[in-house]
């Protein structure tokens, strides 16, 4: 697992140097699987997303060739895979200066992920994490947005990577957090705009895997 979040790492740095003025959501991917690929990567269970645009607003949307110009919004979101083992990122990533709007949404984005994170450990209750999400995101005043934290992840085949069926942060969720499960957890303020990182659940509360940093991503 440690491996393959190094691998999502390495997609996303890959992809936002490819991303340029000029450039293609195509040239983007192309990118991205170089790097995982010539790093020891695997194919994944699900495709990369990358969306740009209007498609921001697409839950999964993988790449077109669209092409990239200042000012345009990318939402990417990668798997890393090792010996078919799984590790889930997203990342905004804003060509040239980002909008004002959009660079105060993400940091919310990322505050309000942050505060979850504080509370991952063992034998705390799902729901209870969902719940008070839930509420943090309500009382920022944004419009109500159905809360899904994240999944449990490990080995994938297609047609599915994650194991929201085996474990998945929902209202209602009858199970409670152990040292050693790993999630992808996500962030969304709405299906344009969502940041997610792999964590593991530690003896002492959580771990992130993925190391790319927590911020709109600048590509010059």
Known sequence: ??????????????????????????DVAAAAHAAQIGAGGEYPALPHYISSG??????????????????SLVKMEYLGVRRRYHA??????????????????????LRLQDETFASLRPDTSVDRLSR??????????????????????????PP??????????RE?????????????????????????DTVLITDAGHERLTATPRQLLIAE
């Open 54 to 71: 209007d498609r921001l607003e697409l839950g999964h949307a993988h790449w077109t060739d669209t092409p990239l110009h200042r000012g």
């Open 88 to 109: 889930g990122l997203t990342r905004m990533v804003s060509l040239g200066p980002p909008d004002p709007q959009v660079a105060a949404d993400v940091e919310l984005c």
């Open 132 to 157: 008070e999400a839930r509420q943090r995101l309500a009382d920022t005043g944004r419009p109500a947005y159905r809360i899904r934290l994240g999944y449990s992840m490990g080995i994938g085949f």
């Open 172 to 196: 209602g969720a009858p199970w409670l957090l152990a040292a050693g499960m790993v999630f992808p957890m996500l962030s969304v303020l709405r299906v344009g705009l969502v940041v997610s």
């Open 1 to 26: 697992m440690r491996l393959a979040a190094q691998l999502a790492d390495l997609a996303v740095a890959a992809a936002v140097n490819a991303a340029r003025d000029g450039a293609t959501e195509n």
């Open 160 to 169: 599915i990577a994650g194991e929201g069926q085996t474990a998945d942060f």
